[in-house]
């Protein structure tokens, strides 16, 4: 950027921009100059090179038509401009943590190289040695160069998938130029961990050339550059500038200030006479304006405050307060905006998200036996006499809507997890455990209303006939009821994406009461409850064997569903595969 200012009738250019970029526009270059911005760079500090050169005498118009090579050529040093912008408590912390729940970090930024290289090992973006992609001294290649330049190695682009397994990746804006007009961006991009000196155009392709192959991104940005990229991703998250609140251990101290600050107003109010006298006209004033609004039309009234509310937007606030989200600012292109400028709401969008998708994968696993065992006895059995009584009907119900309505209630996790969640519902894991868990369920409801059947003489139950209570409808109550309470206690999807069962206490109290309503009915103890829902009595050997057999179908489809858990964990996605895939078929359309 350049000025042109003219001070006691001689004009002169200050021009200021990136030190590489003013190296090249200066008359006269210190020996010292490079080796002092890329030491201040190295440390993570942005720096600015300062310039300026003397115009010939001209008129103000004459100077107003400059061109900017002109001004901005044959310039003399005048010194470096060295910022130092610390880094947010909390940025290290969640990234380190999205690091560890096998997300992959990429920084992209307007930075210098050396200076995005080490912020990002600051927050744990990078933790290899770093490799920034640069042309070599003699301006006819690129080469990898180390950022204390001790080492170099040539640049290839079939070689940076190899290269990245050791070391961390870094390019700039004018080697991303490079790999578009050699069409390598599909081999280089993916592997990349910082992008510096990158124009908004060029984070679009970046995000692009991710999903491209196979890659699901979430974006963060702050500013109108980052509005294509954010728009291009999956998942868009718009910081918007404003100070985060207080830390919690600080809010018992503000407190009391507030309240000391309180105490002393109003002593100074009772000692000042003259602030109260302003409050009485100030009082006044505002009865006056209220009088004056009443014989306002209700159009200059709307439009009043319509100005009101345009004069609140147009100011700035103290920072502290909820941002209003203006024209031209990121949010306007991302489906989530965070209050303020932290990564930290990317964990709990996250979070939030896999909880959901385990929700909602164990809502169909149970809704799909609970349908698959429904359809047996509304077919099979019914044909047989065995249906419910409206009580007994009732009872069920009641039990299903207090589960599907507590097992909801269970909370994301504060951390995440490495493991990943099964990302839909057509798989392996899926159709196995429904396969496996029926097969369970069915030979104990056949099992158990067969043996019901040899203490029944031979009646032969007409199915449309009104219901009779009898020792089958008995039994096929027991099991249906001890089946549901299993089906939700075995397919619920607790640590390391939701809360527990125990610590989902509503759930849990369910199950409890549940479990305990199934003992009370099987063992008999109460027996005018067991009347009122028209359950006979049953012969002791066959209620052992009932309480014996429910435990058994708990425990086998608990194994069974924990060993698929083990056998078929959610996985990475397998981009590199894709990448080759994507990369090879690009290099077939350019033969």
């Known amino acids: 950027m350049a000025v042109v200012v003219r ?3 001689q004009f002169f250019a200050f021009v200021k921009g990136a030190p590489e970029t003013i190296e090249e526009r200066l008359t ?33 118009s004459e100077a107003r038509s400059l061109e900017r090579d002109t001004v901005e050529s044959g310039l003399t040093f005048a010194g470096f401009a060295i910022f130092n912008c610390p880094i947010r408590e909390d940025s290290a ?19 210098q190289a050396l200076t995005a290289c080490h912020v990002a090992g600051q927050v744990n973006i990078i933790s290899k040695p770093a490799l920034i992609l640069g042309r070599t001294k003699d301006n006819d290649g690129y080469e990898w160069v180390s950022p204390d330049e001790t080492y170099t190695i040539s640049y290839r682009e079939n070689e940076v998938e190899d290269l990245s397994e050791a070391h961390d990746l870094c390019i700039a804006g004018d080697c991303i130029e490079m790999l578009q007009q050699t069409s390598s961006t599909l081999k280089v991009i993916p592997y990349v961990k910082v ?27 702050d500013g109108t550059n980052d509005v294509g990229a954010l728009k291009q991703a999956q998942v868009g998250v718009a910081l918007l500038n404003a100070i985060p609140p207080p830390a919690q251990k600080d809010k018992s101290s503000s407190e009391a200030s507030s309240k000391n600050e309180t105490e002393k107003s109003a002593k100074l109010k009772k000692q000042d006479n003259p602030s109260k006298s302003r409050a009485v006209s100030k009082s006044v004033s505002t009865s006056s304006n209220q009088a004056a609004n009443r014989h306002m039309t ?14 609140e937007m147009n100011e700035e606030g103290d920072g502290r307060s909820a941002p209003v989200v203006k024209l031209g600012d990121a949010s306007m292109a991302s489906p989530f905006t965070a209050k303020h400028a932290s990564v930290a709401p990317t964990t709990d969008i996250i979070r939030q998200g896999r909880s959901t998708l385990v929700t909602t994968l164990q809502m169909f696993k149970i809704l799909g036996l609970n349908c698959l065992a429904t359809a047996y006895v509304l077919s099979v ?19 299903t809507a207090a589960f599907f309505l507590f097992i909801s209630h269970a909370s994301p996790l504060p951390n995440l997890s490495a493991e990943r969640p099964h990302p839909n519902i057509f798989c392996s894991y899926v159709l196995l455990s429904l396969l496996g868990q029926f097969s369970v369920h069915i030979f104990f409801l056949i099992s158990s209303v067969k043996e019901a059947e040899k203490y029944m003489p031979d009646v032969c139950i007409e199915p449309d006939s009104e219901f009779h209570p009898n020792l089958v409808n008995t039994v096929s109550y027991m099991v249906g ?13 607790g640590h390391p994406f939701n809360q527990s069962i125990s610590q989902n206490k509503p759930f849990c109290y369910a199950l409890v009461a549940a479990v305990g309503f199934f003992t009370v ?18 012969p002791r050997p066959l209620r052992n064997k009932l309480m014996l057999w429910a435990f058994l179908t708990f425990a086998i489809c608990y194994i069974w569903e924990s060993f698929l858990r083990w056998a078929f964990p959610g996985k990475m996605p397998a981009w590199r595969k894709k990448q080759r895939l994507v990369a090879a078929n690009e290099e077939k359309k350019k033969v």
């Not at 009821?481 to 999807?493: I, K, P, R």
Request: hydrophobic content about 45%.
């Open 7 to 9: 001070v006691q009738e």
């Open 28 to 60: 006269d270059v210190p020996e010292w100059y490079v080796k002092t911005y890329k030491k201040h760079t190295r440390q993570g500090s942005r720096v600015l090179a300062l310039a300026y050169k003397s115009l010939q005498d001209m008129t103000v």
């Open 93 to 111: 912390s969640v990234l380190s943590g999205l690091k560890e729940s096998s997300h992959d970090l990429v920084m992209i930024t307007g930075d």
């Open 195 to 221: 992008f510096a000196r990158v124009a908004p155009e060029q984070k679009e392709l970046i995000i692009t050339t991710f999903k491209s192959v196979g890659r699901v991104t979430l974006m963060c940005g």
């Open 298 to 311: 209700a159009a200059e009234i709307q439009s009043q405050k319509l100005k009101k509310l345009m004069d």
């Open 381 to 399: 059995m019914y044909l047989d006499g065995v249906k419910l009584g409206d009580v007994q009907a009732t009872i069920s119900g009641v039990f």
């Open 481 to 493: 009821l001890m089946l549901q309470v299993a089906t939700f206690a075995v397919n619920y999807m």
């Open 521 to 538: 009915i099987t063992s008999d103890l109460f027996r005018d409850l067991n009347d009122w829902l028209r359950l006979v009595p049953m």
